[in-house]
């Protein structure tokens, strides 16, 4: 895949901002030996527990419609306050760091922005920046708090829907989208900054967020002549697609194969970190020409 000259040295200042959806932690298995359960598993199995076949069907139909807010919201409203309890038994487990984690980790961005609430990261970043003189600095949700990024030069994991072991804060349900990222007027802002400070590139997020998406066809229409975001996205095949993707939200798409677990994205970010060292030995020679 040829990566631009502009996205490499974004990579060499450190001016690439890593936006990670829950592809991200796909994968990993915890110490018991068991995988995560995705988002659909998750409420699926959840759904199974109320022994209610009406609420069952209600699930599964809004899974097969993508609309995990909604099923979310109706499995939240049904277990009322043992939710928060379930959602702990899942997301608080310890995962074992995974390739894919480990490849996006050593490509050392300062800013790491994520929608999600497990732990993975934040507990694994520290086996890969063993070089690291200082803690990195989690943020939970979106607070006048995380505007500090912009302002120094710290490592930073933001996680815009708030973390498990800060279950009141999590954005995980129709009711939390409306009250803490909706209703929250730094939410916006805050994606918003990120957009005209830094190259974003997400990975293992599948666009289908109307909140995030809608964001970039704003700051699209805002900045039309900003630099462009990129995201790797699987399968991604129709040129007519890319095409929208890249005019009306400023969003260059990187496609890959989703085979075997998707084990091209794997591939390609490792060569993204070759071609990265490439590009700072052909600086590093023009440099030393002038």
């Not at 109706?74 to 306050?81: C, G, I, S, T, V």
């Not at 289908?208 to 462009?228: E, G, H």
Request: hydrophobic share 40%; net charge negative; aromatic share 12%.
């Amino acid at each position: 895949m040829d990566f631009t000259p502009d996205l490499l040295d974004d990579f060499i200042t450190r001016k690439v901002a890593f936006f990670l959806g829950a592809g991200i932690s796909a994968g990993v298995h915890t110490r018991t030996g068991e995988s995560v359960k995705t988002w659909a598993e998750f409420l699926i199995e959840t759904s199974k527990k109320t022994g209610q076949d009406e609420l069952i069907s209600e699930v599964k139909e809004f899974l097969d419609r993508k609309d995990y807010l909604f099923a979310c919201e109706l499995l939240k409203d049904h277990f009322a306050d043992e939710w928060e309890t379930i959602l702990k038994s899942e997301y608080e487990k310890i995962g074992e760091i995974t390739e894919l984690q480990k490849a996006v980790l050593e490509l050392k961005q300062r800013i790491i922005v994520t929608t999600n609430f497990d732990l993975f990261i934040e507990r694994n970043w520290d086996l890969i920046n063993t070089d690291a003189t200082h803690n990195l600095q989690i943020k939970n949700g979106i607070s006048a708090d995380c505007f500090s990024v912009f302002r120094d030069e710290k490592d930073y994991l933001i996680k815009i829907h708030a973390s498990i072991n800060a279950p009141d804060t999590i954005i995980f349900s129709l009711s939390d989208y409306a009250s803490k990222a909706h209703a929250n007027w730094q939410y916006s802002t805050f994606i918003e900054t990120l957009l005209n400070t830094h190259t974003v590139l997400f990975i293992g997020f599948s666009m289908d967020d109307a909140t995030i998406t809608n964001i970039l066809a704003v700051y699209a229409k805002k900045y039309p002549r900003s630099r462009p975001h990129y995201a790797f996205l699987p399968d991604y095949t129709s040129d007519r697609k890319i095409k929208i993707m890249k005019s009306h939200r400023k969003l260059y798409i990187l496609p890959y194969s989703s085979k075997d677990n998707h084990q091209e994205l794997l591939v390609l970010l490792n060569e993204l970190k070759q071609e990265i060292e490439k590009r700072k030995r052909l600086l590093l020679i023009d440099k030393k020409s002038i």
